[in-house]
């Protein structure tokens, strides 16, 4: 049986090679070339959006988690970037570290019935982004300012974000036309409520992100 399996994922894989191959010959897809975005709605591809977060570990060393699986949808029109929309959902429950015992500590509920969480706590709410701004700066960069809701708090905050390319996905994936971002901000994390070993761990808090979106 596991012969008969693996001769199966062999022919998968020869059968696809071709097609692949065909692309690679003419590289990715994906341009960084703003003539090729088109207007619409586009919906968050969550299988290629992540908001990694980093902060300065005892003055020793950077650490950084991920956070993935988010959700939300974009407005474009390329005539009126200054008309975009987004919304963005991210499942703070569905932190990721390479430390267990952090990740645990991330999520961990309060010592008692009048503390609080050191940080998100057992069940927290996801967070959300909604802008509420766009400035363009040239064809590629733009400011985008909205409100953060993060831990039961909501602030603004403003995204640098980057054009990164756009183009049309190949036909075995669908063939949809896609857009890609880079983003980077910088929150404190004391004012949304998560105050807790400053200053031995950094309450700036880097963020980067890498939003894909895919037209509906």
Known sequence: MRRILASAAALAIVGTAPLWAQGAASGPPGQKNAALVTGGTYKVDPGHTLVEWEVNHLGFSPYFGLFGDISGTLQLDPKAPQNAKVSMTIPVS???????ALTAHLL?????????????????ADATF????????????????????????TRPVTLAVNFYGAGKAPAQMGGAENIGF???????????????????????????????????
């Open 130 to 153: 909604v802008s509420t701004s766009v400035k363009p700066k040239g064809k590629t960069m733009a400011d985008v300012t909205g409100n953060l809701t993060l831990n039961g708090v």
């Open 182 to 216: 880079e983003a980077t901000t910088t929150i404190r994390r004391s004012q949304f409520g998560m105050g807790q070993m400053i200053p031995m761990i950094s309450d700036e808090v880097n963020l980067k992100i890498a939003a894909a979106f895919s037209k509906q």
């Open 108 to 124: 961990r509920g309060p010592k008692d019935a009048v503390s609080k969480p050191d940080f998100f706590g057992a069940s927290p």
């Open 94 to 100: 569905k932190v990721t570290t390479v430390n267990q």
